[in-house]
C-alpha cells in the first residue's frame, strides 16, 4: 500500500525536521516546507492525504494558505499546529475549514493519533470521482467553487455551507445521516456543533427558498432530507 502523503508547512527548522522525521518513522510519506507560498505549490504538485500548517508563516500564513487549499479542495483533512491559542484563533481556524487544532507544545503521540482520526473519517478517496456540479430544483450547485447560481444571480457559500450542501445533494430525495455529517463537516459529533449545524441548515434553507420545490426536511433524531418536488 502506498504511504500516506503528509505536507506540513512550519517555519520554525527545528520543530520541523522533528515532526517531520517522526512521521517518517511512523511510515508516513513526508514533505515539509517553510512558508505559505512554497506549501501551496507543494500541495498543487503533490497533492498530499494529509495537511499540516503552522499559522504564524512568513510570505502567506496559515489562515491565507487553508483559503487557497479550500478553494480547489474542500475534502483533504487540515490541522492547524501552532502557538496562536485565543479563542478566535480558534473558531477562524474552523470557520476556514480546518479539521483540527493542535496547540504547540504538543506531543508527537497526540498528532500522529489525531492523523490517523481523520484518515479513518468516512470520505471519498478516489478524487477523480468527485461530483462537482449538482442540480438543485432551478439552483446549480458547484461545490468546487462554493457558488450557488440561480436564474438572477449567484451566492457565494461559505466552505461548512458547501460542504453540508455537497453531502445533501449527494443523498438527494434520501436521510442524510446527522452524526455522518457533523463528523464530516465539522469533525466530531457533539452537542454545540449540532446546534452549529442546525443554524447552517437554516441558512441553506433561505439561499434555496426561491424555487418552492426545494425542501430541507428535518427528520427527527436521524438527520436531515433534501427533498425536491417534482
Same mark, same amino acid.
Given at each position: ?111 500522529? %493519533?489525531? =492523523?490517523?482520526? /481523520? ?9 477523480? &470521482? #468527485?461530483?462537482? !456540479?449538482?442540480? @438543485? ?61 442546525? %443554524?447552517? =441548515?437554516?441558512? /441553506? ?9 426545494? &425542501? #430541507?426536511?428535518? !427528520?427527527?433524531? @436521524? ?8
Amino acid at each position: 500500500m502506498e504511504a500516506v502523503k503528509i505536507l506540513i508547512a512550519e517555519d520554525e527548522p527545528f520543530l520541523g525536521k522533528i515532526v517531520k522525521e517522526s512521521l517518517e518513522l511512523s511510515g508516513f510519506n513526508v514533505i515539509l516546507v517553510q512558508d505559505g507560498v512554497k506549501a501551496y505549490a507543494t500541495f498543487r504538485a503533490w497533492q498530499p492525504t494529509v495537511c499540516i500548517f503552522d499559522i504564524m508563516m512568513p510570505v502567506k500564513d496559515g489562515f491565507s494558505l487553508i483559503e487557497d487549499v479550500r478553494r480547489i479542495d474542500q475534502q483533504v483533512p487540515i490541522i492547524f499546529l501552532t502557538a496562536k491559542s485565543l479563542t478566535n484563533d480558534v473558531v477562524k481556524g474552523f470557520e476556514l475549514g480546518c479539521n483540527d487544532y493542535l496547540k504547540k507544545p504538543f506531543s508527537m503521540e497526540e498528532l500522529i %493519533v489525531r =492523523i490517523n482520526a /481523520l484518515l479513518s473519517r468516512p470520505s471519498i478517496k478516489n478524487k477523480n &470521482e #468527485i461530483k462537482e !456540479i449538482f442540480e @438543485i430544483g432551478d439552483f446549480l450547485f458547484n461545490s468546487k467553487n462554493q457558488e450557488l447560481n440561480k436564474p438572477n444571480g449567484t451566492i457565494k457559500l461559505s466552505f461548512r455551507e458547501s460542504v453540508l450542501l455537497k453531502l445533501l445533494a449527494e443523498n438527494k430525495n434520501e436521510v442524510l445521516n446527522r452524526k455522518l455529517a457533523l463528523e464530516v463537516v465539522w469533525g466530531e459529533d457533539n452537542f454545540f456543533n449540532a446546534r452549529s449545524m442546525d %443554524v447552517f =441548515i437554516t441558512k /441553506l434553507r433561505k439561499h434555496l427558498r426561491e424555487d418552492s420545490r426545494i &425542501e #430541507i426536511v428535518n !427528520i427527527r433524531g @436521524i438527520g436531515y432530507k433534501l427533498i425536491i418536488n417534482e
